[in-house]
């Protein structure tokens, strides 16, 4: 009788040796008593072709990608989803069994379940959203952000040009706002997100003037070193509700695990434990 593999899963990027997913990942896997393994590989970009193409035959299921190789690697895949098209990289891929590599983003289904979760009566739709950053991640945030149903995006980024090249892209429901006057996209927003790297330990904090927040507004961070930013701070304590950034890194890494091991992890306390440890 020949034995089932052993399914592998991992992380890609460069450097690797901070990434808290082999944690994340190796907690479900423990948790759900699957004989696999989740492996931090650190790849440099002229090596990334080759060791995607070489991890299916030995044995790899899927692989997470990360900074700096999730636009590359989506011309690597062959077939890659809607959404990681719209968010123009790609954080997950499926080797599957026909041979084929299939390439996702789930960073903005990691952000939206994020809300949801830590701040279950979330209307995206009761208001206008207010976004600080125009990198990476807040491309997934405004994709997802259109994708539920808010109604109109104001957008700031220190790089205006950036932040107008989105809104070539995304359309008309976003709203471009001048850097030194990023404060004023707060008056009515209902929805709050910081997805600039601002705040973040090591960062400088940010100083946009916060007066126009609302109570009414729901504030999330994308920043979760720490895991209260001065921002999350000045919002709950005018009675906002917040939610901390950590969520969507731990969201974002359920649709891989279901896809690789066959299971719909929990994200839960024990989980944002195991990964804060
Ligand atoms: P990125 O592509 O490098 O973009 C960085 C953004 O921060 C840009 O908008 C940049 O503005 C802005 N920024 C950097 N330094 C600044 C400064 N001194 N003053 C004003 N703006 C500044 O990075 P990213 O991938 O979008 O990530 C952004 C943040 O989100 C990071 O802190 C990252 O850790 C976090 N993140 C969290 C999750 C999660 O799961 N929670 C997921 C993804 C990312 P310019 O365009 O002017 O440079």
Known sequence: MSERKI???????TPIAHSKSPRL?????????INGHYIPMDVASQDLEDAIRMLPKLGFVGVNVTIPHKEHVMTLADLVSDRAALIGSVNTLIFRADGKIHGDNTDGYGFIENLRQG?????????PAAVIGAGGAARAVLSSLLDVGVPEIRLSNRTKN?????????????????WVQAGNMFDGAMTVVNASSLGMDGAPEMRIPLDGLSPDAVVTDLVYTPLETSLLAHARSIGCRTVDGLGMLLFQAAPGFERWFGLQPDVDEKLRQAVLL
């Open 7 to 13: 399914p592998l899963a991992g992380v890609i990027g």
């Open 25 to 33: 990942h190796g907690h479900w896997l423990r948790r759900y008593g």
């Open 119 to 127: 701040a279950p009566d979330w209307d995206p739709a009761a208001g």
């Open 162 to 178: 950036r932040a107008e090249a989105l809104q070539r892209e995304f359309g008309q429901r976003i709203q471009v706002f001048d």
